[in-house]
Nanobody
Framework: VQLQASGGGLVQAGGSLSLQCAAS????????MGWFRQTPGEEREFVAA????????WYSDSVEGRFTITRDNAKNTMYLQMNSLKPEDTAVYSC???????????????????WGQGTLVTVSS
């Protein structure tokens, strides 16, 4: 599956952004989907994930209550609504798909086989 993330940009602290991840190629609904972020010199960090059927979602502690992950399998698209943004949310955000993820390991970025190119989110103070 091919993934393309979009929607990043510059926003002031407290503002909102909405990211999209458009998928093509294989059956989008077969994949567990996740958002990760990375800053220079740091390891890739798990942000949020959504079950194949969109019935379950998970978040990192740092974004819980502020970010919302959703997916629309009919449109082959995943979303990340980011509210109450903080300067520490500044990063390159990437979407990824996983065909082997389980509830015990989906936070591990190494399990995700396909990645979008990333979109930069910058939150100014």
């Amino acid at each position: 599956v091919q993934l393309q993330a979009s929607g990043g940009g510059l926003v002031q602290a407290g503002g909102s952004l909405s990211l999209q991840c458009a998928a093509s190629g294989r059956t989008f609904g077969d994949y567990f989907m996740g958002w990760f972020r990375q800053t220079p010199g740091e390891e890739r960090e798990f942000v949020a994930a959504v079950w194949r059927s969109a019935t379950n979602t998970w978040y990192s502690d740092s974004v819980e209550g502020r970010f919302t992950i959703t997916r629309d399998n009919a449109k082959n698209t995943m979303y990340l609504q980011m509210n109450s943004l903080k300067p520490e949310d500044t990063a390159v955000y990437s979407c990824a798909s996983c065909s082997t993820c389980l509830l015990s390991n989906f936070r591990d970025s190494r399990l995700y086989g396909y990645w979008g190119q990333g979109t930069l989110v910058t939150v100014s103070s």
